[in-house]
């Protein structure tokens, strides 16, 4: 691997040595739910509303058979809450009838379900199966932009299919991870905090910012 990257990780690791899913949830099926209802919003506001949700259709059938008004009801608190409550609808009318309630566990049945792109589909891999997936979020991405372990141009998929050439394929897991915890509690988005960070030597953001300042 080479040493920018290792340093990178490594780095990482020690800052946050128990990063994991921050989500709230009890089965596979609400982990996949509870994912849905993070694009674009805070796992803090999906921790909000889970519990009622859940509580409320505490299995795929009865959220499946749920009056659409009572799902959007459940969950209005958080962004894009009307889209979210047709997507998890559907999906758990999907598992229902495609997969007597059970959530599959490899990434072309997942990305077959409703509100399950290609990102939902690598978080449920790695946290709910185990499988080596390294899902790539805004936190992800800005991180790996922002050190340059990806190439400057490279998309969301690219920074993806870049960031599993580099990394061992037993870290993918704990490297989403790690750099998700980086970017959401330090390097974030409009004021990362530079000046503390212990990868100053190797990040071109920081290397920017000195040189626009300096001029």
């Known amino acids: 691997m080479q040493s920018k990257l290792r340093l990178a990780l490594d780095t990482m690791y020690a800052m946050y040595p128990d990063a994991c899913c921050e989500l709230d949830f009890k089965t596979n099926e609400q982990l996949a739910i509870a994912v849905i209802l993070s694009a ?5 506001s999906v921790n909000k509303v889970t519990p009622n949700l859940f509580q409320t259709f505490p299995t795929m059938h009865a959220l499946a058979e749920a009056q659409l008004e009572q799902v959007e009801e459940t969950i ?3 962004g894009l809450y009307r889209n979210k409550a047709k997507h998890i609808k559907q999906f758990a009318k999907q598992l229902v009838e495609d997969h007597d309630g059970i959530l599959p566990s490899n990434e072309h049945e997942l990305t077959a379900l409703a509100g399950v792109g290609r990102k939902t589909a690598n978080v449920i891999m ?3 199966f ?4 390294l899902a790539v979020d805004t ?3 800005r991180v790996a932009h922002r050190l340059a372990l990806v190439t400057q141009k490279a998309n969301v998929l690219q920074t ?5 050439r580099k990394i061992p394929k ?3 897991i704990d490297a989403h991870h790690a750099m998700l915890f980086f970017g959401r509690y330090h390097c974030l988005a409009r004021q990362p905090k530079c000046k503390e960070c212990s990868l100053q030597s190797v990040c071109n953001y920081y290397k920017q910012q000195k040189t626009t300042q300096s001029d």
């Open 40 to 44: 674009q919003t805070t796992d803090i």
């Open 76 to 78: 209005k608190t958080i």
């Open 126 to 128: 790695g946290v709910a």
């Open 130 to 133: 185990q499988q080596p997936a």
């Open 139 to 141: 936190h992800v991405f």
């Open 160 to 164: 993806e299919l870049q960031l599993k």
């Open 170 to 172: 037993q870290e993918w």
